[in-house]
């Protein structure tokens, strides 16, 4: 049985370059925007056209360059905004207008000062605008999350009667637990008019940590666009996780969703986009972290080093690291020590294992971490037959 496919629309050019001190020029945008499509991203946004000459000029050059993945060009749901979107993406293969409007009361009574009606008017202009430069237009419901499902299915109704071939149900502040954004997404499926006309998509963010989990709830409720950064970077506390998402599909195949997204590139390409950001990944993030495949607890690498599964649910082949670590602290055992030593050529006994453990555990109190250079110092600083290991 084949399984559906969500589209994965990268924004870490657009909403990821929005982190303080992240900016990137061109060049830079070029080399990522080209991994991006190495790594089987459907959707590239490259840039909010009209916020500035370079994000224009970056726009208007990676759309050049891409050749299977959509480009896509932001504007608010203003005419110039669009038209100037327009023109930066018309020499890419597959363009993409993303144009939209805060719908929630908070946008729609302190930011616009209007009504819900004058909305809808704006939303259903901007999108006949975009449809006229394009075929394939993206509306978002800004603050969707917090939006009222039964005015949102009437503007997602009026925008689709308009043109738009995808919707975006962004959790613009991350408020949403997944049961609700979930609920949401089904709501929509159930009750707009021509649904079946238009791609839902889940835009999530991660002010309470829980970004990628109400971008699968979207999934498993019908959404079948995930948008989402590297290294989930982006506003405040970031994005979706696109290397996250991608995972969690892929170890969930009851699920029956999968992704076009070839995960062996995933480390390297999270170490990209780190570098040139000037944004760390954090030790422990999950899937491309430092620690994301390290073990110190010498339960766990007991358990590992007799069968890697019983600790990691992921081979960490399958997204590019080459494989799994095993950190020597005070907290490590026998098992660990001994693997270690094998690996830099000492074969010991249980009586000289012994013996060096003892000697180990006196250095790993002093260190936070053994490496290699300490094991030979600590082998040959034991009480044991040194002849034996040759």
Do not use: W
Not at 134 to 152: I, K, S
Not at 213 to 228: L, T, V
Not at 288 to 316: C, L, W
Request: proline content about 3%; charged content about 25%; glycine content about 6%.
């Amino acid at each position: 049985m084949s399984k559906d496919k969500v589209q994965i629309f990268d924004t870490t050019l657009r909403d990821g370059e929005q982190v303080p001190g992240c900016k990137l020029d061109t060049e830079e945008k070029l080399v990522i925007a080209e991994r991006l499509e190495d790594l089987g991203v459907d959707v590239i946004e490259a840039g909010f056209p009209i916020s500035s000459p370079g994000d224009f000029n970056s726009v208007v050059e990676i759309s050049k360059l891409i050749k299977n993945a959509t480009v896509c060009g932001l504007s608010r749901a203003v005419e110039k905004d669009i038209t100037v979107a327009a023109d930066a993406i018309k020499g890419a293969v597959r363009p993409r207008i993303h144009t939209g409007i805060g719908t929630s009361d908070s946008h729609i009574k302190h930011k616009f000062n209007t009504t819900p009606d004058k909305i809808i008017e704006r939303a259903v202009a901007a999108v006949k605008h975009a449809k006229s430069f394009v075929e394939d237009v993206e509306f978002y419901a800004e603050d969707a999350g917090r939006t009222d499902n039964e005015y949102l299915a009437r503007v997602c109704e009026a925008v689709i009667k308009a043109g738009a071939t995808v919707l975006n149900i962004p959790d613009t502040t991350g408020y949403c637990l997944p049961e609700e954004y979930g609920a949401k997404i089904k709501y929509l499926q159930e009750n707009v008019t021509g649904i079946e006309k238009a791609i839902l998509s889940c835009h999530c963010h991660n002010d309470l940590g829980l970004a990628t989990a109400n971008s699968i709830a979207g999934a498993m409720n019908g959404a079948r666009q995930i948008e989402c950064t590297i290294n989930g970077i982006g506003e405040r506390a970031g994005n979706t996780s696109l290397e996250e998402v991608v995972m969690v599909l892929r170890q969930h195949p009851y699920l029956n969703i999968d992704t076009n997204i070839n995960s062996q590139l995933l480390y390297s390409t999270s170490q990209m986009v780190s570098q040139k950001m000037g944004m760390p990944v954090q030790p422990n993030k999950a899937i491309v972290g430092t620690n994301a495949f390290a073990h110190s607890s010498g339960i766990h690498q007991d358990g590992v080093i007799k069968r890697r599964d019983t600790y990691e649910i992921m081979d960490p082949k399958d997204v590019g690291v080459d494989q799994s670590s095993i950190i020597l602290t005070a907290r490590s055992g026998r098992a660990a020590l001994a693997y270690r030593a094998k690996n830099v050529g000492y074969e010991l006994t249980k009586v000289q294992l012994d013996a060096v453990y003892d000697n180990f555990l006196k250095y790993a109190d002093r260190k936070k971490e053994i490496v290699d250079a300490d094991i030979h110092e600590i082998v040959e600083t034991s009480s044991i037959n040194m002849a034996s290991l040759a």
